[in-house]
């Protein structure tokens, strides 16, 4: 059964056309993430989600916004994508602090920009 | 500057064969995590580690963290075409929430 969805798969988008992607969970956590996962390079997280509380990475562009409507969807909002956002976007989430508890992440979104 | 160092950065080995990939950090480790990732899919959780010298063992994988908690290693014991893939570890680096992963190793197993 899946716990962590992430649609699209795969998204395309032109430059400058704003893009959503979405998360959901079925595992009722209090945490969801969201990283950003560039060709061979390791997943860097962008900002997360305890609860309704919203924390944001300190070198996350401005560009990234993030919703968190209910306790199981998030979505991840990119105003006006350049070529280097380009990447593959995971979506996890934890019953806590990552310290703490793992993370189950979903099979990620494939944006590609044009 | 990496917070987490994984080495080596690819592997390359025949069926059958044990490997060590390791995972060190300049800083105290507040939870160690191993994930394994397949191209282009999400990661899957294998293994937490929280306390200085704990060991976990799952199937042929065994991971450990050391008494200072600042390094990990991660066996894998007759290795198999399926345990092929980038093998990440993660973990939190202080009290707070910031969570980083490594830089990532590459396994392939030979039939």
């Known amino acids: 059964d899946a716990m962590v969805i992430q649609n699209p798969r795969y998204q395309v988008t032109q430059f400058g056309k704003p893009v959503t992607l979405s998360c959901s969970q079925t595992?009722?956590?209090?945490?969801m993430y969201w990283y950003q996962q560039k060709s061979s390079q390791a997943p860097k997280l962008l900002f997360h989600?305890?609860?309704?509380?919203?924390?944001n990475e300190a070198d996350t562009p401005d560009n990234f916004q993030s919703r968190r409507p209910n306790t199981s969807f998030c979505f991840l909002d990119i105003r006006s994508p350049g070529l280097g956002d380009a990447a593959m976007y995971l979506c996890?989430?934890?019953?806590?602090?990552?310290?703490?508890?793992?993370?189950?992440f979903g099979p990620g979104t494939r944006l590609t920009v044009t | 500057s990496q917070e987490l160092e994984q080495s080596p950065q690819s592997l390359i080995v025949q069926e059958g064969k044990n490997l060590t990939i390791n995972c060190t950090s300049s800083?105290?480790?507040?939870?160690l995590y191993w994930y394994k990732q397949k191209y282009g899919e999400g990661l899957i959780f294998l293994m937490m580690?929280?306390?200085?010298?704990e060991e976990k063992s799952h199937e042929k994988i065994t991971a450990k963290l050391d008494e200072k908690k600042q390094q990990s290693s991660l066996h894998i014991t007759a290795s198999q075409p399926s345990h092929a893939g980038i093998y990440l570890c993660?973990?939190?680096?202080?009290?707070?929430?910031?969570?980083?992963f490594g830089t990532g190793t590459s396994l392939t197993v030979i039939p």
């Open positions: 993660g973990a939190a680096l202080n009290t707070g929430n910031q969570f980083y």
């Open positions: 996890a989430t934890s019953r806590g602090l990552a310290g703490a508890y793992e993370q189950y």
């Open positions: 800083k105290t480790l507040y939870g």
């Open positions: 989600y305890y609860d309704k509380d919203f924390n």
């Open positions: 595992l009722n956590h209090n945490v």
């Open positions: 580690l929280q306390k200085g010298g």
